[in-house]
């Protein structure tokens, strides 16, 4: 681990900022296995990051890394990677940024098909600001904005992701590191838009209020909860009611934008023929 | 070799841009400069660059930021309720000193207000409307032909001062037709190029002002410098830093990327000032105007002539300055409730007095009514303080 820490991180900029029990550094080293086991060219990749915790990993990777804006990874992704086709472009984001304020980016990102991989920190809460609710705030959760549980559903963003259109969803946590490593390279080697949705545990902003404040405890509900999706299929709907499914969720392929927009230029050539 | 055509101003913005080597375009369609969008779908993959139609106005001047990194001249196009919407990540690239250039023409606002009718509502909008201290360039074209040539100027200074540039037209001359010669091939303009490093990889400083000129060099992603780029305030290393030294530094040195180059950004336009008693200060679709009043009251002679801001920010503060110890009065027309006005008014510090010509029923101003203005202008007595 300590070579990878060498290869990839910016040493210089640790320790990082993240609270003591918190998920993200489990889920970042994930990313960094997934893009050593692809042996990606160091110099050729990309990433992309909003704001919020999970957003501050841009800082630590040691690639061409941009912390733009709330919500705005995909969109800056989406020109990046449009622009310059050869590199690889990956996302990081969290739930809030990717599913509030970046809702709509993400649907037309995923719609798009085009060739970028969004790995998003799905830790249930706003952690930066101090533990509002999210919209993948599970219902009846506390939170600072909702003292008396949350009355609104949340996503299924692995489900939204399908519906509109990405061709590679999959879902892992910050207990399963090995599944969630291989689950991100088979994201990055598939060619479109993939999401994966890494379940991480958030203590500080997330347990305390939810009286789970052990982060051991957050872990051991991520391995409790979780089912495989070879699993599911022999488990009842009543089986499966308190459960979430982890591993490769929809792979299909599909025309890649990029490489649609490549016929777009043959066609212009061609005087439009 | 040239070509003589007829176009319209957004049109020929459109042109200056493919001129200038533009190779991206991100955006959403919305009146009165979707037209700017639709050329750039057509002619951008003609010359192997590349068109997206976002799914909102944040995302298209996002868009254009991630291609700008990647070393390609980009553009996004917007008006009204967009130049709203654009002004989040205009903010992210003027910190992160990302080039790109910002086309917005001008419609009637607030809100929806009227989509089609001329206004020039937004000259505050463009200098401050994104949050927190910021230095920003405006250029303001008053014909088609300074369409194509002020969106070449527009590249230039982008990319010499990494910097967003906006191109602030107004639905006047984005939807005027008019002639404008056009070189046969645009191989033969200078494409303007940003500052490149060279240093070695692992020295790289995206945000070292190595020159001294407060234009830090700036590498293009994908070819390994692995540099960082943030919203946070940061340092030299581009990495986040508040300090209270790192956050004066930075913000000392974009402003200066404006101040200390003043003579090279400033452009206008001086129209039968030479003998003028009276200066019109005008811009955009109003200038047009007022080259027609001037006319008429120089026919029943009156002196009057005109400044035309082209560079509208930063404000010719010095230009104004030098302008009242030469003329004994100033009119400002513009077509809002005052906006320009006041910042003549702060250069000239009472020292004449400046009226204002102020139209923002959907309506050009006339030219009879700009001459009755300076008619009425001229009659008046000179205030005595």
Redesign the interface.
Known sequence: MQKLVEKYYRSHNLPHIWCPGCGHGVVTMALVKAIDKLNLDHDKTIIVSGIGCSSRASGYLNFDTVHSAHGRALPVATGIKLSDPELNVIVISGDGDATAIGGNHFIHAARRNINVTMLLYNNNIYGMTGGQYSPLTPVNCKASTAPFGTIERSFDICDLAKSAGATFVARSTAFHTQMLTDVIAKAIAHKGFSLVEALTQCPTSYGRQNKIPRPADMLKAQRDHAVTVEAAKKLSPEQLADKFIIGVLHQEEAPEYTEQYDLVIAKAQKGGK | MSKVVLMQGNQACAEGALAAGV??F?GYPITPSTEIAEIMA?RL??V?G?F?Q???E?????????????G?K?MTATSGPGFSLKQ??LG?AIVTEIPLVLATVQRVGPSTGQPTSPSQGDIMQARWGTHGDHPIIALTPASVPECFTLTIKAYELSEKYRMPVILLMDEIIGHMRERIELPDSYDEIVKPERKKPTVPKEGYKPYHDVDADGVPPMAT????????????IHNETG??DGSPNATKLLMDRLNAKITDHLDDIMMYEEYRLEDADIAIVAYGGTARTAYAAIDMAREQGIKVGMFRPITIWPFAEAQIVALASKVSKILVAEMNCGQLVDEVKKAVNGKIPVELLAKYNNEAITPKEMLQAIINLEVTEPCKN
Do not use: N, R
């Open positions: 190779k991206f991100g057509k993959p003609q192997g590349k997206i976002m799914e909102d944040i995302a298209g001047i996002g868009a254009v930021i991630g291609a700008s990194l990647t390609k980009v989040e990540l992210y992603f994908g070819t390994g410098y692995h540099w960082h780029v943030t919203g946070l990495f986040p």
